[in-house]
T-cell receptor, first 116, second 113 residues
Framework: AQKITQTQPGMFVQEKEAVTLDCTYDTSDQSYGLFWYKQPSSGEMIFLIYQGSYDEQNATEGRYSLNFQKARKSANLVISASQLGDSAMYFCAMTREVGGSEKLVFGKGTKLTVNP | DVKVTQSSRYLVKRTGEKVFLECVQDMDHENMFWYRQDPGLGLRLIYFSYDVKMKEKGDIPEGYSVSREKKERFSLILESASTNQTSMYLC????????????FGNGTRLTVT
């Protein structure tokens, strides 16, 4: 069964610095997708970035990049030039096939705090 | 932008009540999902639907049912609310396309007393 592990319950970073949030996954599927979501204190889950297992280049979206290391089964999120508004919970997720349809399984999240 | 709207931000219900959580999306997405989020447990899938009147159980369907009579609307029903169903409930939708991201609503924080 697919599993996502986020080993950092909480992380702290200074404003304007870069931070890496760790995510490892376990799957026997050959083809899968990896996602990162942000959840501010308001509660809404915001889609940040996506990486397909066959994509050779790491995904980037503005200040977000996904450091994908397939052999290590890791998909770390890198946030460059942190801003105070980046303070939130961050969830890593991956696709899984259930009953012929595609679902997401989520990690337990990392709480990021950006200090001024 | 995709808009997923959950009808209530906060709900307080009594044990044994029948509870309806409503979710509407405006982007003609085929897939809709209900997740439950609890501290330390992350998000867990309760039910999902890939078409009108179609539904499948997720990881924790016990104590819940769902209804999808129209493509844009997906309802979660707690037939007889219990205190262990106190949680944050998140609705999401997505396209039927490989690796299409989920778009979430703001969540409903349900307290059962």
């Amino acid at each position: 069964a697919q599993k996502i592990t986020q080993t950092q319950p909480g992380m702290f970073v200074q404003e304007k610095e870069a931070v890496t949030l760790d995510c490892t996954y376990d799957t026997s599927d050959q083809s899968y997708g990896l996602f990162w979501y942000k959840q501010p204190s308001s509660g809404e889950m915001i889609f940040l970035i996506y990486q397909g297992s066959y994509d050779e280049q790491n995904a980037t979206e503005g200040r977000y990049s996904l450091n994908f290391q397939k052999a290590r089964k890791s998909a770390n999120l890198v946030i460059s030039a942190s801003q105070l508004g980046d303070s939130a919970m961050y969830f890593c997720a991956m696709t899984r096939e259930v009953g012929g349809s595609e679902k997401l399984v989520f990690g337990k999240g990392t709480k990021l705090t950006v200090n001024p | 932008d995709v808009k997923v709207t959950q009808s209530s931000r906060y709900l307080v219900k009594r044990t044994g009540e029948k509870v309806f959580l409503e979710c509407v999306q405006d982007m003609d997405h085929e897939n809709m999902f209900w997740y439950r989020q609890d501290p330390g447990l992350g998000l867990r899938l309760i039910y999902f639907s890939y078409d009108v009147k179609m539904k499948e159980k997720g990881d924790i369907p016990e104590g819940y049912s769902v209804s999808r009579e129209k493509k844009e609307r997906f309802s979660l029903i707690l037939e007889s609310a219990s205190t262990n169903q106190t949680s944050m409930y998140l609705c999401a939708s997505s396209l039927v396309r490989e690796y299409s991201p989920l778009h979430f609503g703001n969540g409903t924080r349900l307290t059962v007393t």
